[in-house]
């Protein structure tokens, strides 16, 4: 096998402010592995938060892929993969995900099977995904909303966490207003100490707030889960919620987790949360980074899994430079087309 790797810029149709941080683009690395004339895709971005940078990102996966080249075929790879036998066993979750990801691909076409089906799931996943609405003025949030619903989003996500808290309710105020028959969800992004969170959610609760994704700063789980205990609404652990260690012991304690597998390594590992969690009382959310359809292809086969899919990065780009996943009506979708089912825009790949 051989692995290739390319570096893009990917752009924001517009900044979107979060209350840690304004993000306007961030750089993709793609890792492409070839076997037999047959290629897989795989996609990692550049975090500020999880402090990966493009250099980083293309020196892990290089060691990754120079040590595919020992492998007679994508499958022993991919069961070396999971197993912990493929170099790089201290690489950062999001490039074992990439990773795994250009492989489940590869191994999916080499199979003419989509990635769903290796997975042991018949049917395409499909499934309703949030969209974001960053910290912004009133005005452009109600715009938003009534732009969205108007094009088939049925749940908003709205970020929050402004230093005023009444910033934040007045904002999801006309929202509500401009969006009556929405699901929404709220996101801090960590930014409310506990009393602010407990005066708040009672509130937002009043104006029809499905659940808030980690209201309080992360770090200390155990005041996470006391808050869950208490909330009028379901709190969904996100930045507490890291690995399968992490959801232990979050299980049964906190009403969501939030699976992003650029944080939890990949496919087969929130697998493995997803089996934790079943049965528990704490229910899965799939969420994603800001990526292209390549990033967010991966998550999408697993979407029937999840209460909440949070899986719009790829909508906040300028410009997507893969297609496959749809989500411009407010669903993404699996397809049945071998392998993770995208294609880069203007590439005509064959398949084996």
């Known amino acids: 096998m051989k692995a290739g790797l390319r570096t893009v810029r990917l752009e924001l149709a517009e900044p979107l402010r979060i209350s840690r941080s304004v993000m306007s683009a961030r750089d993709a690395v793609w890792l492409t592995v070839e076997h037999e004339g047959v290629t897989g895709h795989g996609e990692a971005v550049t975090s500020v938060h999880y402090r990966l940078d493009a250099e980083a990102l293309e020196r892990h996966l290089t060691a990754v892929g120079t040590d595919l080249a020992r492998f007679p075929d994508p499958e022993s790879a991919l069961e070396a993969l999971r197993v912990g036998e493929l170099a790089g066993g201290g690489a950062p979750p999001a490039v074992t995900a990439a990773v795994e990801a250009a492989l489940l691909d590869l191994v999916g076409k080499?199979?003419?099977?989509?990635?769903?089906?290796?997975?042991?799931?018949?049917?395409?996943?499909?499934?309703?995904?949030?969209?974001?609405?960053?910290?912004?003025?009133?005005?452009?949030?109600?715009?938003?909303?009534?732009?969205?619903?108007?094009?088939?989003?049925?749940?908003?996500?709205?970020?929050?966490?402004?230093?005023?808290?009444?910033?934040?309710?007045?904002?999801?105020?006309?929202?509500?207003?401009?969006?009556?028959?929405?699901?929404?969800?709220?996101?801090?992004?960590?930014?409310?100490?506990?009393?602010?969170?407990?005066?708040?959610?009672?509130?937002?609760?009043?104006?029809?707030?499905?659940?808030?994704?980690?209201?309080?700063?992360?770090?200390?789980?155990?005041?996470?889960?006391?808050?869950?205990?208490?909330?009028?609404?379901?709190?969904?652990?996100?930045?507490?919620?890291?690995?399968?260690?992490?959801?232990?012991?979050?299980?049964?304690?906190?009403?969501?987790?939030?699976?992003?597998?650029?944080?939890?390594?990949?496919?087969?590992?929130?697998?493995?949360?997803?089996?934790?969690?079943?049965?528990?009382?704490?229910?899965?959310?799939?969420?994603?980074?800001?990526?292209?359809?390549?990033?967010?292809?991966?998550?999408?086969?697993l979407a029937d899994r999840a209460r909440w899919a949070d899986l719009d990065g790829h909508l906040l780009l300028a410009h997507d430079p893969w297609t496959g996943i749809g989500g411009e009506d407010g669903v993404v979708r699996a397809s049945w087309l071998p392998g993770l089912g995208v294609q880069e825009v203007g590439a005509h790949e064959g398949v084996a």
Do not use: Y
């Not at 929202?175 to 506990?194: C, E, K, Q, Y």
């Not at 980690?214 to 652990?237: E, F, M, N, Y």
């Open 110 to 301: 080499r199979a003419g099977s989509p990635v769903h089906r290796l997975l042991g799931v018949t049917a395409p996943p499909v499934a309703a995904t949030a969209r974001t609405i960053g910290i912004t003025s009133r005005a452009h949030a109600a715009a938003q909303a009534r732009r969205l619903t108007a094009a088939g989003f049925e749940v908003i996500k709205v970020k929050a966490g402004t230093p005023d808290p009444e910033d934040d309710v007045e904002r999801v105020r006309v929202i509500r207003d401009a969006a009556p028959r929405a699901r929404l969800l709220l996101d801090p992004n960590g930014a409310w100490t506990v009393a602010q969170a407990e005066a708040l959610l009672h509130r937002f609760a009043a104006l029809g707030v499905e659940a808030v994704e980690q209201p309080v700063a992360p770090g200390d789980p155990a005041a996470l889960c006391a808050l869950a205990a208490r909330s009028p609404l379901p709190v969904i652990a996100d930045e507490d919620a890291v690995d399968l260690e992490d959801v232990r012991r979050l299980a049964g304690r906190v009403q969501g987790v939030n699976v992003k597998l650029a944080k939890c390594g990949g496919v087969h590992a929130a697998l493995r949360i997803a089996e934790l969690i079943a049965g528990s009382g704490t229910e899965l959310m799939l969420g994603c980074l800001t990526a292209s359809s390549l990033g967010l292809a991966p998550a999408v086969h």
